[in-house]
């Protein structure tokens, strides 16, 4: 449906994303600066930059183990009593930057791994619990109210600990906090960046749970 460059950033800083590199340039507002190469562009036509494991930039060594992780390494965290926790929190830490600091940065794609926790609090996760996705939402959310013509991807692509119910409350949740700018599956990848932005419907929300996506018209599936 899209075609994403993914990227790590971290202490590099942003500009390395970008051919055309200028001190101290910002990439906050790229998509509107670029209006007039990219408006009469179809969906499917973008190339846009995204992070892989988006989530994963608060995780540190003392981070809790999460479900996704191998069981081996589970294991050896047990058995080392969390000497390997280091080299494991090395290996899930895939950004150095918050979802804040990629979205201004120019992050337009974002790769969403979600964990509910026993507490029944929603946590992002790469082999390890990283920040809340309310944390995240919500920097989204403000993103967005603040530039208004930037358009952001949502994969919600791996669940762990989910069950029917917490799907139903994710889904309310992100519809919630996001539904006043979001692109229902209706418009499909046909539709055009001018298009998007005259309805100001500048979220795509994929979600990878068929089920989810049948009971609600906000969410895009998988194979969209």
């Known amino acids: 449906m899209f075609a ?7 202490c590099a800083g942003p500009s390395d994303l970008f051919v055309s590199k200028t001190p101290g340039s910002v990439y906050s507002d790229w998509m509107a600066d670029s ?3 990219i408006r009469d562009k179809k969906l499917n036509e973008l190339v846009l930059p995204g992070t892989h494991d988006s989530g994963s930039y608060a995780i540190t060594p003392s981070s809790v183990i999460a479900p996704d992780i191998d069981p081996i390494f589970k294991r050896l965290s047990g058995i080392t009593f969390g000497a390997i926790n280091h080299t494991i929190a090395a290996w899930s830490r895939t950004q150095g930057m918050s979802i804040a600091a990629q979205l201004e940065a120019g992050i337009r794609y974002f790769d ?3 964990c509910r926790r026993k507490d029944g609090d929603f946590y992002m996760v790469h082999g390890m619990y990283s920040d809340s996705l309310d944390s995240a939402i919500s920097d989204i959310r403000s993103f967005l109210i ?3 013509r930037e358009i952001l991807v949502l994969d919600f692509n791996h669940f762990y600990e989910m069950t029917d119910e917490a799907h139903v409350e994710l889904t309310d949740k992100i519809i919630s906090e996001l539904g006043f700018c979001m692109c229902p599956s209706s418009k499909t990848a046909g539709a055009t960046v001018d298009e998007l932005w005259e309805a100001d419907e500048r979220v795509i929300v994929i ?11 906000e969410l895009w599936g998988r194979n969209s």
């Open 146 to 148: 603040e530039h208004d």
């Open 4 to 10: 994403v460059c993914l990227v790590a950033i971290g």
């Open 35 to 37: 209006a007039e190469f």
């Open 207 to 217: 979600y990878h749970d068929d089920v989810s996506v049948g009971r609600r018209k």
């Open 112 to 114: 969403l791994r979600v």
